[in-house]
């Protein structure tokens, strides 16, 4: 005999089930990108691009500035900006403050390669999620930092758990 609280329990598990199986959707989806788009000679890959967004928010930062912010490791950031420049699309000069250091801008072409491939992702985002309410896009937001910090935190863990041993 069901009573209503496992009457209750089984649509939310249902919720959270599908939830799980999205999730690991985006993931797998993200993932296959990430490994076509490095087949890709002289595209822009989505780390590039996500650098250069980066950029176009703050130009003149440092490679661990870029590395920091784009959650890549700094030789991976020194790789990419080799070619990234190679492509003219991003220059590297050294810092008046401090001549260790290297800054990197964004070129003219640069630019508006970020800006067209930013307002195509920004197109096909608006058209996707068009039918949504704005409340629908706040949960659906607050959804996925809860699910970024489950990662985190069981990041941090795992760094917790290899120090101990």
Known sequence: MNTPTKQRAR??????????????GVMAATRRLRGRETHRHGELSLA???????LAERDGLSAGELALAAD???ATV???LDSLAE?????RNRSER???VVTCTLTTHGREL?????????????????EFSTHDLATAAAVLDRLRAIFDDLNTDAHDTSRDE
């Open 11 to 24: 649509p939310r598990e249902e919720a959270l089930a599908q939830l799980r199986f999205a999730f690991r």
């Open 48 to 54: 590039q691009y996500h650098l250069l967004c980066g």
């Open 72 to 74: 890549l490791s700094p």
């Open 78 to 80: 020194t790789q990419m």
């Open 87 to 91: 492509m003219g699309l991003v220059e």
């Open 98 to 100: 401090d001549r260790r």
């Open 114 to 130: 970020q800006a067209e491939r930013h307002a195509r992702l920004e197109q096909s985002w608006r058209a996707s999620l068009g």
